[in-house]
């Protein structure tokens, strides 16, 4: 599945979906803007959830700079905020930039049992509403413009967990 490069990739997909791991098995670190881990530099760590307005405030900064230098940026968060999309969108085109959209299609069950096994869970029901956005954001992704859709599922990602073995 080869991707337009440079190119702007948006990440769609609940925690534990593996977006973060995806990332960076196809992409320097620097191409890869994470509000997670700009969390961690503005905030107290990744989880600093008090953090997330400043997080985001540079995430689109950096976002804009990179993508004005016709760099390719993949933009690591939910996917799920819709004017957010728009503006990467627009950004990338005014640059003469192919947008992407990456879709981490794993099974709801595989993000609730990735996500318990993390030392800091997202709450069960925000998980669950995160599942809920980033289904309705794949119905939407189709009439946005997207130079491609890329839904990736089980089939298409190595798997790093441990499997059980025979009892
Ligand atoms: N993982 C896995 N197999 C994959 C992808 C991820 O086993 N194909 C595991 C990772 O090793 C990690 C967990 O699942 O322990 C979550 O993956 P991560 O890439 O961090 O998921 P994100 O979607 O980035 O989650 P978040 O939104 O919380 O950052
Ligand atoms: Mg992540």
Known sequence: MPLPDPAL???VGASGSGKSTWA???YRAAEIV????LRGVVGSGEHDLDA???????????????LGRRLTTVVDTLGTDAPRRR?????ARGAGLPGV???LDTPAGVCRSRNAARDRPVPARALERQLASVAATT?????EG???VLVLTPDDLPTYLPTAGPR
């Not at 503006?87 to 950004?91: E, G, K, T």
């Not at 119905?139 to 009439?143: E, I, Q």
């Open 9 to 11: 990739v948006v990440l």
């Open 24 to 26: 960076s098995r196809h």
């Open 34 to 37: 994470s509000s997670d881990q």
């Open 52 to 66: 997330s307005t400043d997080a985001f405030a540079l995430l689109e900064q950096v976002v804009a700079a990179r």
């Open 87 to 91: 503006r990467w969108l627009a950004a």
């Open 101 to 103: 959209a990456v879709v």
């Open 139 to 143: 119905d939407l992704l189709a009439g």
């Open 146 to 148: 997207w130079d491609a």
